[in-house]
T-cell receptor, first 113, second 116 residues
């Protein structure tokens, strides 16, 4: 099992550009999440999904979109990138809602200039 | 929503000493409290967790205690080693009528440095 895999690991965007952060898991987990981690801060939930075709907003969803067409994949889309979106992004998954361990991807470091 | 406060933000200890990190939370219905360790440039990884029906849990040099009345829980690391140096995050899983969907609210993190 590869677990949770994110791509890319690093990316620099110019203001106004768009990009998609990819996340895939091979553990047959139903629940998937996107978090962002700002320097000196904990992780904040952007979006989550409880299954294919179902997504919902987390704490900080503005400027992002997600889709969940399959159980394995949960891409995060940034439209019109802004400097405030400079952060480290982590995708995570859990087998069921709780209480159970969340498995994280290796993270994507995004810089918007 | 849930609010999680974590202290201290930085902690420096000598090898062999103990380290304690404390978190408080706001929602009395919360029922699951994991701790994650994040080494520099790496992903967060679960090191220990506790459920609301348990007051204390140990795993070798690591222990977590939970005080539901006071709404706080703590991570205890004994006999610290340099490889324990990392950022530690507490988290809380809310239980809003049983529909938490696994969403975690994280504390701000504690940078632990263990000096040889």
């Amino acid at each position: 099992n590869a677990g949770v895999t994110q791509t890319p690991k690093f990316r620099i965007l110019k203001i106004g550009q768009s990009m998609t952060l990819q996340c895939t898991q091979d553990m047959n987990h139903n629940y998937m999440y996107w978090y962002r981690q700002d320097p000196g801060m904990g992780l904040k939930l952007i979006y989550y999904s409880v299954g294919a075709g179902i997504t919902d907003k987390g704490e900080v969803p503005n400027g992002y979109n997600v889709s969940r067409s399959t159980t394995e994949d949960f891409p995060l889309r940034l439209e019109l990138a802004a400097p405030s979106q400079t952060s480290v992004y982590f995708c995570a998954s859990t087998l069921r809602d709780a209480p159970t361990e969340a498995f994280f991807g290796q993270g994507t470091r995004l810089t918007v200039v | 929503g849930e609010n999680v406060e974590q202290h201290p933000s930085t902690l420096s200890v000598q090898e062999g000493d103990s380290a304690v990190i404390k978190c408080t939370y706001s929602d009395s219905a919360s029922n699951y409290f994991p701790w994650y360790k994040q080494e520099l440039g790496k992903r967060p990884q679960l090191i220990i967790d506790i459920r609301s029906n348990v007051g204390e849990k140990k795993d070798q040099r690591i222990a977590v205690t939970l005080n539901k009345t006071a709404k706080h829980f703590s991570l205890h690391i004994t006999e610290t080693q340099p490889e324990d140096s990392a950022v530690y995050f507490c988290a809380v899983l809310a239980n809003a009528g049983g529909t938490s969907y696994g969403k975690l609210t994280f504390g701000q993190g504690t940078i632990l440095t263990v000096h040889p």
